[in-house]
């Protein structure tokens, strides 16, 4: 089974920066299709943004303007991991941050929290 691991999240301050990772363990990862999905509190999980396995990059519709300049996705296919840089956070990014294929697999990881105080 493929497992999931996201770490890199913490407490930060409005304006502040993050970079939260996800090791991919599994022979999938290369030709998958990646995601950053995130939970906030009383809302469901939802996909924030995408990155191909050739690199592309794409922002679900709910986000793209509230992120688009903010977040930014990136992909180390010999390390299996996938990033996302989180700039200029504001408290409405306050959620636990989970990574995913695209399509999801049928489970989760831990997810990682973040905390953006105002």
């Known amino acids: 089974q493929v497992q999931l691991v996201e770490s890199g999240g913490g407490l930060v301050q409005a304006g502040g920066s993050l970079r939260l990772s996800c090791a991919v363990s599994?022979?999938?990862?290369?030709?998958?299709?990646m995601g950053w999905y995130r939970q906030a509190p009383g809302n469901q999980r939802e996909l924030v943004v995408l990155?191909?396995?050739?690199?592309?990059?794409?922002?679900?519709?709910n986000y793209a303007d509230s992120v688009k300049g903010r977040f930014t996705i990136s992909r180390d296919n010999a390390k299996n991991t996938v990033y996302l840089q989180m700039n200029s956070l504001k408290p409405e990014d306050t959620a636990v941050y989970y990574c995913?294929?695209?399509?999801?697999?049928?489970?989760w990881g831990q997810g990682t929290q973040v905390t953006v105080s105002s």
């Open positions: 995913n294929a695209v399509p999801r697999l049928g489970y």
């Open positions: 990155i191909t396995s050739r690199g592309a990059t794409s922002y679900a519709t």
């Open positions: 599994g022979s999938i990862f290369s030709r998958n299709t």
